[in-house]
């Protein structure tokens, strides 16, 4: 640790730590949890975060930070200010005794250092490990380290006791004026002024996000005396903060599978890796693995392989839990876990789908071909997730936002059963799993394949008519952020760019999903209706491209744009799904299983980039490889061309596949390993 007397001397300290490093400042009078500092000190997630008497900054807040520094030492020079004229700074002790209230005092934490000694204050680089702020998570041992430096430079280290509730909390960052007399608290127990406070507060002033941790039952406290020392430090033994740290591991809000059947012990799982030094991405990583296993087991079509493949489906699962719940438990929140996470739950279902269908077709009694409901199933997922990522996003933000469907659903929130049937009727992925490893390991594909078609239609109708009811009955505004956000979900390629450019912009509350509705079931209707090698689906699809133009044209703001991007969904993976079904041709629907997997990672790719607030691919990359139109015209026409050809269309799904993949994942790779990549993390418990 690096000490300072005064502003001046806490800049000049600042100025030694270089600029592409975090710096975390903790008034040495602090008392409270590690998990109190940890939150504060080292989430790389925000610019700066707070709690009482403790600050971090990320770099690109070190600028913010300095004249916060200059403009808190001019307001406590101020004649008049507070009390009375200043005094000269006293020394104040990391250890907690002799302190003077009110000096201005800032302790800022790297490494244990001097400040037990001298009583000063502090300023010190916090290293970012492993240029963690633009690179990758932070390492395990760097949030226990600062934070455990922090509190004993406090002179409080923590010692866990029992769980009593009784423990004295004030809410984090809470700031005085600089100057300020000290006050009591709720419970008569005196707090200091701290200047760490006044730094926080004048960040905010400065236009910097300053994320205050929700601390609950931890103690976050800058004692004035020592009566006040003396209660803090009790509160501080009432709470036995590696529990609450436990607990917070896990999602508040999550699937009633998860909830009681995976998180009870896998927070322990958890807390094992971080103690060993594994990090997330590790742990996502042998998930991943663990499924591609489980799909192997299930592609050797025996008894024993389907039961191995459930059981591993299971233990794959687990581990997808545990990385989220490491992530926390730890703080080691990242970019390329967002991307891996994001990509890897629907890697992982998809692969075992595959895997079902590979052992189907090798089951002894001649095999059964399950390909085309392994698409079917993949096909529903994904336009599944499209209709809660698009509805969100429309609505998040929206002005006057309430409708009574979403009043009738914040009463039955009341009713505690009634929440957890809600949540398992929408059949999020714990219970999916959990049913496709059952049904896997005592059934046979084509019913796993039934009900899994059956549970996921019943739970997207529910879903999808819930959120029409809200979108009709509320009268939300939409934003321009909104409006965009969907455009770029819509994915549109050059044919629908120049068919908007075209059609009238004016706005109109149904146009857009009219539109889309009408050209998706033309070219479903249409392709179904002519099968395979017709030139009908052709002209459908260009029908589908115009209207898909039209869908676009005018800002998507009305109560029901949000169907567009589910819509445009359904009609392409539809369209290729119905033409490989009727093609009978070796190799067609399996071809075409490995393109709507290489197209709907490219949706998921725009989805998780729009979350981060980064906006979808760039455009040269959707004009490239031809917009949701573009390829459903590109696919009728080759089954048109190609059908007198053996295994002509096969092999133009397979290289049409292969280009579309290449390309995404060339820019989604070259995008979530660059430091201007958000760092996406689901904690809401959305279904998935």
């Not at 958890?270 to 489980?294: D, H, K």
Request: glycine fraction near 10%; charge should be neutral.
């Amino acid at each position: 640790m690096r000490t300072a007397t005064d502003a001046a001397a806490v800049t000049a300290q600042l100025a030694t730590v270089p600029a592409d490093e975090r710096v975390a400042l903790v008034d040495p009078r602090f008392v409270g949890h590690v998990q109190a500092l940890r939150l504060a000190l080292t989430d790389p997630r925000f610019p700066a975060a707070a709690v009482r008497g403790a600050l971090s900054v990320q770099p690109e807040a070190r600028t913010a930070l300095a004249r916060a520094v200059t403009a808190t030492a001019v307001t406590a020079r101020t004649p008049g200010h507070g009390s009375g004229a200043p005094a000269a700074p006293a020394p104040l002790s990391a250890a907690g005794t002799g302190t003077a209230p009110g000096t201005g005092a800032v302790t800022a934490v790297g490494t244990p250092g001097q400040a037990a000694r001298t009583g000063a204050t502090e300023a010190a680089a916090e290293p970012d490990p492993n240029a963690h702020a633009t690179a990758g998570a932070v390492g395990t041992a760097a949030p226990d380290r600062v934070a455990d430096a922090a509190v004993r430079a406090s002179g409080e280290v923590y010692a866990p006791g029992g769980t009593g509730s009784g423990s004295r909390t004030r809410p984090s960052g809470t700031a005085t004026a600089p100057g300020a007399a000290d006050a009591p608290t709720a419970d008569g127990v005196t707090d200091a002024h701290s200047s760490v406070d006044d730094l926080a507060a004048a960040l905010d002033a400065e236009g910097v996000t300053v994320h205050r941790p929700e601390l609950g039952v931890l103690v976050a406290d800058v004692p004035a005396d020592a009566e006040a020392r003396a209660a803090a430090c009790d509160a501080v033994a009432a709470v036995d903060d590696e529990r609450v740290r436990l607990r917070s591991a896990v999602k508040a809000r999550d699937g009633f599978f998860t909830t009681y059947c995976i998180s009870p012990y896998s927070r322990y799982i958890a807390r094992w890796c971080a103690r060993r030094g594994l990090t997330p991405n590790q742990v996502t990583t042998a998930s991943l693995l663990t499924a591609l296993i489980a799909a192997a087991c299930a592609a050797t079509g025996t008894r024993p392989g389907f039961v191995s493949a459930g059981v591993l489906l299971i233990a794959s699962f687990v581990l997808d839990c545990t990385d989220g719940q490491l992530a926390r438990y730890s703080l080691q929140y990242s970019t390329l876990g967002a991307w891996l996470d994001a990509t890897f739950d629907r890697a992982k279902e998809y692969a075992y789908y595959a895997g079902l269908a590979l052992g189907a077709a090798r089951a002894g009694g001649g095999g059964d071909d399950v390909w085309a409901l392994a698409l079917g199933a993949m096909v529903l997922q994904t336009c599944r997730h499209v209709v809660d990522f698009a509805f969100n996003e429309a609505n998040h933000d929206a002005t006057g936002n309430t409708s009574p469907t979403a009043a009738l659903s914040g009463r039955l929130d009341s009713v505690g059963w009634t929440v957890w049937v809600r949540r398992m009727i929408v059949l999020p992925i714990g219970e999916r799993w959990a049913m496709i490893a059952v049904l896997t390991a005592l059934t046979t594909p084509r019913i796993t394949f039934y009900v899994l078609l059956i549970g996921c239609a019943l739970a997207a109708c529910y879903t999808t008519a819930g959120r029409v009811l809200r979108s009709l009955t509320r009268r939300a505004k939409r934003t321009d952020r909104a409006a965009h956000a969907l455009a770029e979900l819509a994915d549109s390629g050059p044919l629908a760019e120049l068919v908007a450019k075209a059609a009238p912009r004016k706005a109109s509350s149904y146009l857009a999903p009219l539109s889309a509705a009408l050209g998706a079931a033309a070219v479903l209707a249409g392709t179904a209706a002519a099968g395979f090698g017709s030139w009908v689906p052709v002209g459908c699809a260009v029908l589908y491209a115009v209207l898909a133009g039209v869908a676009v044209a005018a800002p998507l703001k009305g109560p029901l744009d949000w169907l567009v991007p589910p819509l445009f969904r359904a009609a392409e993976y539809g369209t290729i799904l119905i033409l490989a079904a009727y093609a009978e041709v070796n190799g067609a629907l399996p071809a075409a299983f490995g393109l709507v997997a290489a197209v709907a990672y490219h949706h998921y790719d725009t989805v998780y980039r729009i979350r981060g607030g980064t906006g979808a691919p760039p455009r040269r990359l959707v004009r490239a490889i031809g917009g949701h139109e573009g390829r459903t015209v590109v696919v009728t026409a080759a089954a048109a061309l190609l059908h007198h050809q053996n295994q002509g269309f096969t092999i133009a799904l397979t290289a049409l596949a292969a280009v579309l993949a290449l390309a995404v994942l060339i820019e989604s790779i070259r995008f979530w390993v660059s430091s201007g990549a958000p760092a996406v993390h689901d904690e809401t418990g959305e279904p998935a």
